[in-house]
């Protein structure tokens, strides 16, 4: 989880590059698409934090009504803050801040988040370890409605000087349940999951083993099904470090309930070090998709996109990118259709695009051009999610120390 480490393995191993690579023109995305309506949307005002602070680092989490965007401030050297915003009628309310700190791990990768729920919110971000090098733990707070903010509690039990990140938190009906990816045992990287109750009481469930052996540093990402069961989707690594996309899917609170992780599209990319590219998932009306970066067993770079109608039946997939993505992937569905808004980082020689393109009834459209970035780990990760009608998006404006957002709209 070192991830300067894992990036220059990965570009010794796979070749991926960003620099001297070349895609498809820049104006073949540019073409009109009448499927989708990109609008910028001005940020959160700082009326209630009065910080001008460098914002990086957004993340979109709920839906409808429930749709918070959060992000990191950078206050000072060394220093962080979390806040968020909520989308209302009139825009995003007023950045409030959660949590500061001096002692943060603060990555392009591994990104704090906000989620809401019925019975009030929950807010994760890292804390570096100060008696071990390159360790850091997950630190997490809860809030009842327009209630204050919980003290911060480590998200697990293991103490120990390694690694924990790369969360997924999801709002449930009375609780919320987080994943994470766990270095507790030397050698290897375990992904976990536990109930943390809603409001101010921030009771922690029991810890559950989900799967024993995964990529290290690559995010997890994870939807509540209809049935009320929980999907999450990760990299996994085999004993012959093949890292391709497991899932592994059960009911919070009910330990015996989690099914073993499975691979069940097989790239058979098989790499030495983590390629900090992990996999996306929504749930729409009728299915559910989910959305990956892979170099499999040709050493290709390609985003993948596989439909399931139960979230057990992943069986074939399309690739979706404009001919050398650098991943980073994200996936929204559009509200009452059967249709989604993926997304990913396109490399343009020494710059790069974040690209959108709807997929509609087996149907690909034309990719969009969302945003003109440098390609780099400053740039951080796109974020979709969807709201109540429309699909938005976040991601960091390196060049401005603002976050840009957008509306995307379908026909």
């Known amino acids: ?55 990086i680092y957004p993340r979109l989490s709920g ?8 992000w990191t401030e950078v206050i000072g050297d060394e220093q962080w803050a979390l806040c968020s915003s909520r989308l209302q009628a009139g825009g995003w309310s007023p950045a409030a801040k959660i949590a500061e700190g001096e002692d943060w791990f603060v990555n392009w990768a591994d990104i704090p988040g906000v989620v809401a729920g019925p019975e009030g919110l929950f807010a994760h971000w890292l804390a570096r370890d100060e008696d071990a090098s390159h360790a850091y733990h997950v630190e997490y707070s809860t809030a009842a409605a327009n209630g204050p903010w919980s003290a911060p509690q480590l998200l697990h039990e293991d103490r120990s000087g390694v690694e924990h990140g790369f969360v997924t938190a999801l709002a449930l009906t ?3 349940f987080s994943v994470w990816l766990d ?12 109930s943390i109750a809603a409001g101010a009481r921030a009771e922690l469930g029991g810890e559950i083993e989900l799967d024993g052996s995964t990529c290290s540093c690559c995010p997890t990402t994870a939807v509540l099904l209809r049935d009320g069961s929980v999907l999450v989707a990760y990299r996994d690594r085999s004993p012959d470090e093949v890292r391709d996309i497991a899932l592994v899917r059960g009911i919070p609170g009910e330990p015996g309930s989690w099914s073993e992780g499975r691979v069940q599209i097989r790239d058979g990319w098989r790499i030495p070090g983590c ?3 992990g996999p996306a998932l929504a749930v729409g009306d009728d299915r559910i998709a989910m959305a990956w970066f892979t170099m499999g067993a040709d050493e290709k770079p390609r985003v993948r996109l596989s439909f399931s109608v139960d979230g057990e039946d992943f069986a074939w997939a399309s690739q979706v990118d404009d001919g050398l993505p ?20 396109e490399v343009l020689g020494d710059r790069a695009q974040w690209r ?8 690909i459209r034309p990719s969009v051009v969302l945003a003109d970035v440098s390609g780099g780990r400053p740039d951080g990760m796109l974020t979709l999610a969807a709201g109540e ?21 379908s026909d």
């Open 63 to 70: 839906g409808a009504d429930q749709l918070v965007l959060s």
């Open 275 to 277: 390629p900090v590219n």
């Open 174 to 176: 009375e609780s919320f």
């Open 183 to 194: 270095g507790r045992q030397r050698g290897s990287t375990k992904l976990m999951g536990r």
């Open 326 to 345: 650098g991943g980073r992937v994200s996936i929204a569905a559009v509200p009452g259709r059967d249709a989604f808004v993926v997304g990913w980082l």
């Open 1 to 55: 989880m070192v991830l300067d480490l894992c990036i220059s393995r990965l570009v010794l191993a796979t070749g991926i590059c960003l620099s001297g690579c070349r895609s498809l023109p820049a104006d073949q995305a540019d073409a009109a698409d009448p499927s989708l309506t990109i609008t910028p949307m001005p940020g959160p005002s700082s009326a209630s934090t009065g910080s001008t602070a460098r914002r």
């Open 356 to 363: 959108v393109r709807l997929v509609e009834a087996g149907v």
């Open 389 to 409: 009608r429309d699909v938005f998006a976040a991601w960091t404006e390196t060049d401005t120390g603002a976050i840009g957002l957008a509306r995307i709209q």
